[in-house]
């Protein structure tokens, strides 16, 4: 009887958070072919989103009257510059993201709303994240990596953490 209680238990267990392993599963499978693809179209997608990011910075940054250059992904302002890379041009934490979104059970008019939406928010907070981080390097160069390192990067997953639990907050499962 000892033996087959562990088992017994174990089946109940699975029974009860089916749903929530249901999820995990999916969410890894999700994550994992997001990152193959995003890898596979570096050329066709990451590069170019990448070059977007570092106009679009080097454009705001001359809007309000600052003084920038921009080379391909390096983006500079008098005294310090920065060279967007794939880790900080938040094509991949978008794809967390939309893996997390497809991996809930919500229809698919939902999870297209939410991965549009959830993308525009996290595409904004990494060009604030962008433009704060030349900021830091031109005034406070000490700061800087420290920020780019630590704060941005704990911060960057929250946001896409806190995007994806407004998200669901707001949608019903389907059943």
């Not at 499978?29 to 977007?52: K, M, S």
């Not at 939410?114 to 000490?142: D, E, I, M, Q, T």
């Amino acid at each position: 009887m000892t033996r087959t209680a562990p088992a017994g238990r174990l089946r109940r267990s699975l029974r009860q958070h089916r749903e929530g392993l249901r999820f995990c599963l999916l969410f890894s499978g999700y994550t994992l072919l997001a990152f193959i693809v995003l890898y596979g179209l570096d050329d066709q997608v990451v590069v170019p989103f990448t070059r977007r990011i570092a106009w679009l910075t080097h454009r705001i940054l001359r809007t309000i009257g600052v003084q920038a250059w921009l080379d391909g992904v390096s983006v500079g302002v008098p005294g310090f510059a920065v060279r967007i890379k794939n880790n900080c041009n938040a094509i991949y934490e978008i794809g967390l993201y939309t893996a997390a979104v497809w991996a809930y059970p919500a229809s698919i008019r939902q999870r297209l709303g939410g991965f549009l939406l959830g993308g525009v928010a996290l595409y904004l907070v990494n060009l604030v994240r962008v433009l704060s981080l030349l900021a830091l390097g031109r005034y406070w160069p000490g700061g800087f990596q420290a920020a780019h390192t630590y704060v941005w990067q704990a911060l960057f997953l929250a946001v896409v953490a806190a995007c994806w639990l407004a998200w669901v907050g707001r949608v019903r499962p389907v059943a």
